[in-house]
């Protein structure tokens, strides 16, 4: 202890350096008294440890520990108004540096200062003791923000597992969600798949399925094919040919119509690209309704997306860029299988015994334009107005469809019986004029034919067309079953005409044509336990 600056040292190799320095030098000799350096008695000398925050001083090191351990430490070492400089363990402030609050300055070894205004001195030893425990603590505090937000995460997801079983429980259930980092992704050709999903019979001697049980079911399988693509990190982009783009494509579609009149049964689902669609886009899919040929559209996004192609068709393999040496420039698919993902099979390629193989064709620059609905009328084409030029005189929008019942030589065109219902769906979407052709069969020349003509909008129906119930009522009431007609060809007839005012009553209003189709049952299916399956359509 130095009697003359009044300051101590902890060792005596320190207070040597002390006596020895020139601010001692300098008061010794302004000193009318002897310097005199002791050790204090216990009475005056202060404990070794000491807390700057709390101003608690500790004989050991065990003890100081136990303090800053303590309750009433924490509490002020928490307090936002206690100012506490942590210094980087094992660097030594400059001599006479702020380290702490209240200014407290740090011991040097060489000297030390006089005039403190705080109770205590400290040696740097001592501040980095302290130092180093409030960093400590401060890792501590960390450590529990990170178990605090975890522990809100794992509440969060319980809460979301609980609300998921309460909708499964309701039947309300949504898609699977599965997040990656970027899925791979497939533009679908649909329909070339419709057999994978809907029950389609291609020989005359098997019985067709009830179909609007068939919907029920393809609503099955559409979920588990969603789901297992998810689970794939695979992303379906779905299309569906909406349009006659060709006069190509028209001289196909005639023939397989004309081919299902001869026959005498329609094999495929009435409106299935409706159903079709609106089933995938309730399992979180993306459909595109194509305006143009439906393989040129699907070539032209995956070649903008990166994408792969999945289709049993061939003629992918005839497309080309200038700026690509592989033909195509994607990989095609021909088939999938599901398990607990799913997994896509090559494309075997085109058949080289093939009579006529496609002629190359190039990719299309930009990408064209298509609808997220199936709900618009097709425009005029150059090759249709070199057919028939006076026919579409002031004429812009045409509608084509085929025979819609599988029953195609009992009862004319579906679509014809339901004529005023369409017009008054035509006013209503501000188009006057329309070029209407179907598919039908002629019953006085007992033949087949297209039966062409131009109609005009009539708000007569337009009550109709937000009471579905009303319209097949009003225009199918009156039919009855033939006597060479089975049961369930029947029952399929009947669901021919509620899938045409359905579509047109989806169309007006905007309603989901499954919840319109829905509320149409055929009336013998009441009698059956499979109907409970037609509640698929919700989810």
Known sequence: YCNICKVEAPTQSQIDKHLN???????????????NPKAPNLKEKSHQFYCNICKVEAPTQSQIEMHLNGKNHKSKLNNPQVKVTIETLGSQPGLGEEVEQGGDRLVEEGDIEVGETVPRQRTFAQVLR???HTAILADQQEQRKREQVAAQKKKEENAAKAQAAQERKKGTEKPTQYTHARARIVCMDLLNFAGSFFS???SMKKELPLWQLDIAKATKKAKA?????RRANIEIVGFIDKSISTEETQEKWKTRRLKELRQG??????????????IMKKQGIKVHYSTIDCDDTIAAFALHLGADVLSQDQDYFRYFTDTSSTTPPFSVYSSFTLGKSLKLTPHPGPNPNRPKQPSKRKILDTLPHTRDSPYFLDMTLPFQITQCPEAWVNIDHCYTRGCASNLTRLFPNTHITAKPLR?????????????????????QSDSPEFRE???EADPAMLYLLDKPKDAVDHFFGGQKRPANCSLSSWRNHQFSQRAVVAELCSWATGTSVLGIIKSLPVPEYDEYDEYDEYDEYDE
């Open 21 to 35: 320095g020139k601010n001692h030098k300098s008061k010794l000799k302004g000193s009318l008294g002897s310097c």
């Open 130 to 132: 302290e130092n180093n």
């Open 265 to 278: 049964r329609r094999n495929v689902v009435t409106n299935m690209n409706l159903w079709f669609g609106e």
């Open 423 to 443: 017009l008054a769906l035509y006013h209503k979407i501000g188009v006057a004029r329309v070029r209407e052709e179907f598919a039908t069969w002629n019953f």
């Open 453 to 455: 003509e131009t109609v």
């Open 225 to 229: 094919f969603a789901n297992a693509a």
């Open 200 to 202: 389609i019979p291609y």
